[in-house]
RNA sequence: GCGGGUAUGGCGAAAUGGCAGACGCGCCAGCCUUAGGAGCUGGUGGCCGCAAGGCCGUGGAGGUUCAAAUCCUCCUACCCGCACCA
């Protein structure tokens, strides 16, 4: 019989799905108890899952299988993230409805994902975009607007002039500002050059939650990196809140800054040239023609042509202003400058040149004094100008709502008597209609806001003519609570099934790339801590363990679509089968890593794959002794090795124990199993076949015990000793294990070769660990 | 600018402070085959040497240690995050 994956691989998914074999019981888990293990779903936009997904979720389900014959009950659910821009700008591009587009993608990454041979809960598969779905969706946001995180403002906001729709913070990119190109930010999807606008939009306030978001992120076991990033977006500074107050006006100008035992250095201030305050005093200032030419130049400025300029300080001086700085009550000028920003603290800084480099700058390029005031003690200072300590985070509020089609519209109603109100409950889901015309319009309105049918509604307080929110909600919203409704995924009374969520959250393993850091990382922590407040969870974190996993490139290169070095998966698997790609993208190199994908590589995988089938000759009943510590060392090096996401070094041990194997006649039934089982979660078609197929076992493989080593097969009666000389190694001496120093400086001393490296030389020092090594210091 | 990370053969990489380069690719030699982009066996960091063996070697320069890829200091390059955040 020869090895043939494309014939096994599909049998043995359809066996899988009809038996159930990945599908965990809810009500009672296994003895070992559950075990939710997760990986970020995907958004099916562009042909297909390309080799950088199947990367990451084999790297997922290796995890998930490993932990299933430990003896877990897994569930590893998959679903797509269907709503979206993303999903939008390829329906556009390909020319057809997004509802219409998603069906189709929807058939085709499902294939692509059956095939890689995941283990998948596919009964609790889930859409986004599935009423049934975003009814939940907008269920949550009417939870935000009850408990008063929900709030409407006009600001400055980020639109997205190819997207045409308004972004929020974390979804603008700051990328090639050191190129010295120009550039203020990039839309997150389309990278085109994001600018200003002054819009109403919803916005989430998360940051109520900057400092639990920035405290937890120490209990929990996350990759480093992402918690780095996490700690620099909540952007957590601690200063004081300092009153300027202004000469002949009623006006004070309030500054936040970290440094208020500088303040006698303070010798002029800025206001940022959006300021309100400088409306308030327009009367006094005698140079309101430049002032207003100035702030009109800052507004039309997007950050493009400010970064452009690079550094260089501008700004202009509010004549006919003084403030007094407090704490010597001297006269200083203000200024209004853009490298102020009006969002971030106050807006208004006092500058202090002889500690500040802006401000040095600054105070340079307008020839401002420098101050060599002395320090003096914070809090005293606060307490003398009746300051007050308060904390600044750089976060800003999560705006939510988007002027697009393809996402769950927003469940409010305005009515012009009772203002906004949430769509009652029982009236959920307000179904996105299905339009033709559903291209962005670019008028800052929703698609939706055209269609009389959909807006037109009563009120839900006085039952009078009101009108529906056009625009949909962010994306990042559907999956900000979705790992919660996998487990509850066929309950039809609430978002999430109390009982099922107690026992299954939180999840316990979760991969997907670090580029969510501060995205889908940050709001679903949001989310969750949100719904705990409320009442319907008891975890604050969504997420016991979060592992980032590594990027495939291609040949040294990055994939791309331009340059033609995209590798598609089906290719791959077609050739070669799904358990040599599986292996292949995880023997790269370490899993958080990623790796470098070479074709010629693949090979070495296949002719692992084709000795092992060769295996099968070999059995017999009796034990084989020779293989016993290797296998037994392999046991212990594979489970080790997946707990610590280290694939590429358990598969070489497996390469190591297969030639062993392949050094002896014949090896026992057991050993054979326990080599299978070994290999099963990184080969799951091949270990079924012949674990099924050959060996005529009943059962899966997939849900049989995972191996234990037994130490007693790893104890060797000898030790290899390596025995160095001024710490360069000479020799390696086979000896009995634990002999006495003394013995051992015998037998080392004895030993030719050593005699001969130390002849004439005086021993100065004998360095000996057991069973180990000998290091022989000399003169 | 600040913070985090990475740097090891021709390539992907491996090494609780203790034999650097496991494992794999590629390459070389041999075997097998009508044939090989198949399979098997052996070799494969550099330099010197017929060999035994020796010397050098983990981005660079120092240091700690009996012993450093690993720890410390400084430097260089690349990657990621934040960035006029007061």
């Given amino acids: 019989m020869k090895y043939n994956p494309s014939k096994i691989e599909k049998k043995w998914q359809k066996t899988w799905l009809k038996e159930g074999v990945y599908e965990p019981n809810f009500k009672n888990p296994r003895e070992k108890g559950k075990f939710y293990n997760l990986m970020m779903f995907p958004y099916p936009s562009a042909e297909g899952l390309h080799v950088g997904n199947m990367y990451a979720f084999t790297g997922s389900d290796i995890y998930g299988r490993f932990k299933r014959m430990a003896g877990h009950d897994v569930l590893e659910p998959i679903g797509l993230d269907g709503f979206g821009i993303h999903s939008e700008n390829y329906a556009i591009k390909v020319g057809t409805h997004p509802a219409d587009q998603t069906k189709k993608s929807e058939k085709n990454f499902y294939r692509q994902l059956t095939e890689i041979g995941n283990g998948f809960a596919w009964k609790e598969k889930l859409e ?52 010295g190109e120009v550039g203020g930010g990039e839309c997150e999807r389309c990278g085109t050059k994001v600018i200003k606008k002054d819009l109403e939009q919803w916005f989430f306030k998360i940051t109520d939650y900057a400092e639990r978001l920035l405290n937890n992120l120490e209990d929990i076991d996350w990759s480093e990196k992402i918690k780095v990033a996490q700690r620099a977006w909540i952007g957590k500074s601690e200063g004081a809140l300092l009153k300027f107050s202004i000469a002949k006006s009623q006006s004070v100008i309030d500054v936040f800054t970290t440094r208020a035992d500088t303040l006698y250095g303070a010798t002029y201030m800025v206001l940022a040239p959006e300021h309100p305050l400088v409306n308030e005093l327009k009367s006094q200032i005698t140079n309101w023609d430049e002032v207003q030419a100035y702030r009109e130049k800052a507004k039309g400025k997007t950050d493009i042509e400010r970064t452009a300029e690079g550094k260089e300080k501008t700004g202009v001086e509010l004549k006919g202003i003084k403030a007094i700085n407090p704490a010597n009550n001297q006269e200083i ?351 799951p078609h091949i270990t079924e076949e012949i674990w099924r197929t050959v060996l005529k076992n009943k059962k899966s493989i997939h849900l049989e015990a995972w191996p234990e080593y037994n130490t007693k097969h790893l104890v060797e009666k000898t030790a290899n000793l390596v025995l160095q000389i001024n710490g360069k190694t000479r020799e390696v001496m086979v000896v009995d294990r634990d002999l006495s120093e003394a013995q051992v400086k015998e037998l080392v001393l004895a030993s030719e070769k050593m005699q001969r490296h130390l002849d004439g030389k005086t021993i100065k020092k004998f360095i000996y660990l057991p069973n180990r090594l000998v290091n022989i210091v000399t003169e």
């Fill in 128 to 179: 986004t975009y599935d009423p049934e779905y975003y009814k939940w969706t907008q269920w949550l946001f009417i939870q935000m607007f009850k408990n008063g995180l929900v709030y409407r403002k006009k600001q400055p906001v980020n639109w997205c002039p190819s997207c045409k729709t308004v972004l929020a913070d974390e979804q603008v990119i700051l990328a090639h500002r050191n190129l």
């Fill in 333 to 683: 000028s203000v200024w209004i400058a853009d490298y102020v920003l009006a969002g971030y603290g106050t807006g208004a800084i006092m500058a202090v040149p002889q500690h500040d480099e802006r401000d040095a700058e600054f105070a340079k390029k307008f020839d401002l004094p420098f101050s060599d005031a002395p320090l003096v003690a914070v809090d005293e200072i606060v307490k003398k100008v009746s300051g007050k300590k308060i904390t600044q985070y750089r976060l800003r509020d999560w705006l939510i709502s988007r002027q697009r089609y393809w996402g769950p519209p927003i469940p409010m109603i305005h009515c012009e008597k009772c203002g906004w109100q949430p769509v009652p409950e029982k009236d959920l889901p307000v179904k996105l209609p299905k339009i033709e015309d559903f291209r962005p319009t670019g008028t800052d309105q929703s698609p939706l806001a055209s269609v009389e049918k959909f807006y037109k509604t009563k009120c839900p307080n006085c039952k009078g003519e009101a009108r529906r929110e056009t625009d949909v909600s962010d994306t990042f919203l559907d999956s900000a609570w979705y790992y919660l409704r996998y487990p509850s995924a066929n309950h039809k009374e609430e978002a999430f099934d109390p009982d099922v969520t107690k026992k299954w959250l939180p999840v316990d393993m979760y991969i997907g790339g670090a580029e969510h850091a501060v995205l889908h990382l940050l709001y679903v922590r949001f989310v969750a801590m949100a719904l705990h407040d409320w009442g319907f969870l008891n975890f604050e974190e969504p997420m016991t363990r979060f592992r980032a996993h590594g990027l495939i490139i291609k040949d040294g290169a990055k994939m791309s679509k331009s340059k033609g070095n995209v590798v598609n998966p089906d290719e791959y698997i077609k050739k070669y089968g799904a358990d040599a790609l599986r292996m292949y993208l995880m023997f790269l190199g370490p899993f958080e890593q990623g790796g470098d994908f070479r074709d010629e590589g693949v090979a070495g995988i296949t002719r692992f794959l084709n000795r092992v089938w060769a295996l099968i000759d070999k059995v017999q009943k009796e034990d084989v002794a020779e293989i016993q510590k290797t296998l037994h060392q392999t046991i212990k090096k594979v489970t080790e090795d997946i707990e610590g996401l280290h694939y590429n070094t358990a598969i070489s041990q497996l390469m190591i124990l297969l030639r062993e194997i392949e050094d002896v006649e014949v090896i026992s039934r057991s050993q054979f199993e326990m080599v299978l089982k070994l290999l099963a979660p990184f080969a």
